[in-house]
Each structure stands twice: as C-alpha cells, then as structure tokens.
C-alpha cells in the first residue's frame, strides 16, 4: 500500500486520463481507427504508457512496455470476435487516486487504472460496456435457438419427403434454404457494430 501511495505522489504510477473528443486527433490511436468504414471514437483512455481506443467497432489498445520507452504494441479487439464480458468498475477509497474499470474481451482480460476525477465518465463508460455484453448474451442465446430450429426443420422435412421431385434435387433445394435462413439469423444476431450503444450512455 505504502508503495502504491509513493508512486502516486512521485508521478510514477500509470494512472489513466480521459480524452475529450475535440483531443482525439491528437493522440496515436486516432491513426488506427478504420474511418474510412465508418468506425468512429466514442470512449479514450490515455496513461503514460497505454492507449485504450473504444470504437464503436472495436477496441484499439496501444500497449507500451513502461512510460519511459517509446516502444509500443497495437493490438485491435473485434466485438464481433471478442465478446465483452465481466464489466466491472471499482470506485476509490479514501485515499486511492484512481478508479479501476475491469472487463474481458474474449480470452483477454483488462483491468484500467483511471484517475478518479473521471468517475462520472467512467461510469457511462461501465454501462456501455454491460449493456453490450448483455446484448451479446442475449445474440448468443438467440442464435443458438435459431441454429437449434434449423437443425430441427432439417431433420423434419429430410424424413418426409415425398412426390415426383427426385430426393438429390429436393436435398439441395432444402440445403440451399436452410443455409440462406441461418445466414440471416447470423447476421441478425452477430452484431459488428455498438454505435447505438455508445451514443446512449456516452455523454459528449
């Protein structure tokens, strides 16, 4: 504990500042948000050595190695491919300079340190993240009963067919269709894009 106070009094710790929107052109992560396909900033957290970068698509994370060396990894976390888990937000007691924001993306878990004068950002922040993740809870559920139905059909029709179409002509006809329909439960279900979520909790 005592280490954690002289840190934070000698300015060593890597305690994270929110961006203002009129400032993300100025930080690095801006020249690795995809704008060309409508991918847009909504959420910037900038330490001595990090960059976390919330897109309305994706998570951009400037990794650096210590706030001394220049040296940093880019590291690029799809909502679609990483789902967002575990969202949880630790407020600061008396004497902690920091708020902490945990969630995890996939396999991957983060944990951001962020200066406590920033709480009210953070906390829209927490509730955008929890209501993707409940969002894509509800996808994964949703697609799943889909995928279940199909598979169900299928199975149904495959053992009744019947009439003058040969079975290989009505077997493909059947496939073509159940793999149209699951096509369509995919692209309902597996979200890309957050935009609307963020624009609801995050305030400019």
Partial sequence: MFGKIAADALGLSDIGSVIAPTDYNKVDADDYVMHEDQEKIFFLIKSKSDEYCFTNKALIHLDGT???????TLRRYNYSAHPVSHVL???????????????????????????KKHLEQVKDLYKALFRISELMLENEVALSHAK???????TTLGRGQAGSTPLVESFKELNQAAFAW?????QKYVVKDFGSVFERYIKA
Avoid: C, P, Y
């Fill in 66 to 72: 210590s706030a001394a060396s220049k040296k940093r």
């Fill in 89 to 115: 937000l630790e407020t600061a007691g008396n004497i902690d300079m920091d708020v902490e924001i945990k969630f995890s993306l996939g396999s991957k878990d983060f944990s951001i340190d962020v200066h």
């Fill in 182 to 186: 699951l096509i369509g439960a995919q």
């Fill in 148 to 154: 279940a139905s199909i598979e169900v059909a299928s």
